[in-house]
């Protein structure tokens, strides 16, 4: 299962931001080569865990928004992309989001009161990014079908569970200086 995905990350590469070993891969990073097949491979599974009845898939600039395109052409559903900046429309949600190594604001915009939506993004790693979406999805009036996200790293899988939330991933890996480790595969007994 995944396998594309699976050898993808076994080959990524690692650097040092300070202390922390970070992987590099085309789908958290865009870099070095987005390849279709990987994107399809994703998208397919996305949609054997959530299906297709939902009103709208929404995603996080700036990597989220790859996930969503593929799944938007093969679904035919329509996208919002919660943007780091402001535009200022009616409705505007404003948040504020904390990652492992960036702090800033989240603006939503496009998202319809009692729409079915699909939350989709490539890492989850502290959880501080969809702590802070899914509450104010919710608060807009959204209902949250499935939240579905690619590479987990960390607890934060976890602390979204504890918070009542269920984040499917579809691998959970480990990174350190020697480069990523695989621990779960979605669909795979380990
Ligand atoms: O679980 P968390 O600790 O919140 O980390 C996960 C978030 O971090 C990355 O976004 P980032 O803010 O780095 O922006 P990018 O997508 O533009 O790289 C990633 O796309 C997730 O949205
Ligand atoms: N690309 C990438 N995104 C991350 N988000 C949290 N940790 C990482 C990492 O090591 N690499």
Do not use: C, W
Not at 9 to 18: F, H, M, Q
Not at 37 to 52: K, Q, S
Not at 59 to 84: N, W
């Amino acid at each position: 299962m995944l396998e594309v995905l699976q050898e993808s990350l076994r080959k990524a590469p690692i650097v040092n931001r300070g202390e922390y070993p970070y992987f590099i891969h085309p789908i958290s990073d865009g870099v070095p080569s987005l390849e279709p097949e990987l994107l399809d491979e994703i998208a397919e599974h996305m949609i054997n865990i959530a299906g297709t009845d939902y009103d709208r898939i929404v995603s996080i600039e700036a990597m989220g928004i790859p996930l969503a395109t593929a799944l938007s052409l093969k679904t035919g559903v329509p996208v919002s992309i919660v943007r780091k900046r402001q535009y200022g429309l009616e409705g505007e949600m404003i948040l504020s989001q904390s990652t492992g190594y960036s702090k800033g604001e989240l603006f939503i915009n496009g998202v319809n009161k009692g729409e079915k939506v699909l939350v989709v993004d490539d890492v989850i790693s502290t959880g501080g990014t969809l702590k802070a979406l899914l509450p104010a999805l919710e608060k807009m009036g959204a209902q949250i079908t499935n939240v579905i996200v690619v590479i987990s790293r960390g607890d934060g899988a976890a602390k979204m569970r504890d918070m009542g939330y269920e984040v499917d991933t579809l691998v959970k890996i480990d990174v350190d200086h020697d480069g990523v480790s695989i621990l779960e595969v979605a669909g795979e007994q380990q």
